[in-house]
């Protein structure tokens, strides 16, 4: 059974920029979270999706949004990049009714 | 505010010895609890999942559950320098139907041969 995978494995990008980064789950899996990782503030939520809905959204600003596609992939998208957004963008997936969740190998966003 | 801690480290042990790493939690409503390991420069990995208060062990690890102490463990028996990684606690928050881990900020364990 094929894991989560994410694309792309590294970013550079400009301040001012957009990004877009995108997560293909687990088969059979609806729920898609995701998560900014940096040395100082450790993993936090940044929002979660199930079946095309976010049920949840963490305490960033607007810049960051996602969706959801019909088949449970999804995107994250963060626009008018700073310098503080560089970071390694973790998603992870997990299953209906199961509580464990797996991450991808995220994604490594430098910005200069 | 939903609140995971943990002690940053780093921990070092001696191979073969016993690592026991540490995890307190804020919300009492948390039903589910993981540790996940991460290795330089890679994602975490899932190694434990606990729900029930107790022990539940498998192979080298048992992770430990208190509920009424709202304290979460996980020892590595007979550690092996390929255990030295950072280990982050983890609870999962599900309510109105929603999805969400928070985290600690991860022990650094370093397992000197």
């Known amino acids: 059974k094929a894991g989560v995978t994410q694309t792309p494995r590294y970013l550079i990008k400009t301040r001012g920029q957009q990004v877009t980064l995108s997560c293909s789950p687990i088969?059979?899996?609806?729920?898609v979270s995701w998560y900014q990782q940096t040395p100082g503030q450790g993993l936090q939520f940044l929002f979660e999706?199930?079946?095309?809905?976010?049920?949840n959204k963490g305490n960033f600003p607007g810049r960051f949004s996602g969706r959801q596609f019909s088949n449970s992939r999804s995107e994250m998208n963060v626009s008018t990049l700073e310098l503080g957004d560089s970071a390694l963008y973790l998603c992870?997936?997990?299953?209906?009714?199961?509580?464990?969740?797996?991450f991808g190998q995220g994604t490594r966003l430098t910005v200069v | 505010q939903k609140e995971v801690e943990q002690n940053s480290g780093p921990l070092s042990v001696p191979e073969g010895a016993i690592a026991s790493l540490n995890c307190t939690y804020s919300?009492?409503?948390?039903?589910?609890f993981f540790w996940y390991r991460q290795y330089s420069g890679k994602s975490p990995e899932l190694i434990m999942s606990?729900?029930?208060?107790g022990d539940k062990e498998d192979g080298r690890f048992t992770a430990q559950l208190n509920k009424a102490s709202q304290y979460v463990s996980l020892l590595i028996r007979d550690s092996q320098p390929s255990d030295s990684a950072t280990y982050l606690c983890?609870?999962?928050?599900?309510?109105?139907?929603?999805?969400?881990?928070?985290f600690g900020k991860g022990t650094k364990l370093s397992v000197i041969p």
């Open positions: 983890a609870v999962l928050y599900s309510g109105a139907g929603s999805y969400q881990l928070t």
């Open positions: 992870a997936s997990s299953s209906q009714g199961v509580a464990e969740a797996f």
């Open positions: 088969s059979g899996h609806r729920s």
């Open positions: 919300d009492r409503v948390s039903q589910s």
């Open positions: 999706y199930f079946s095309e809905t976010q049920r």
């Open positions: 606990i729900y029930s208060n």
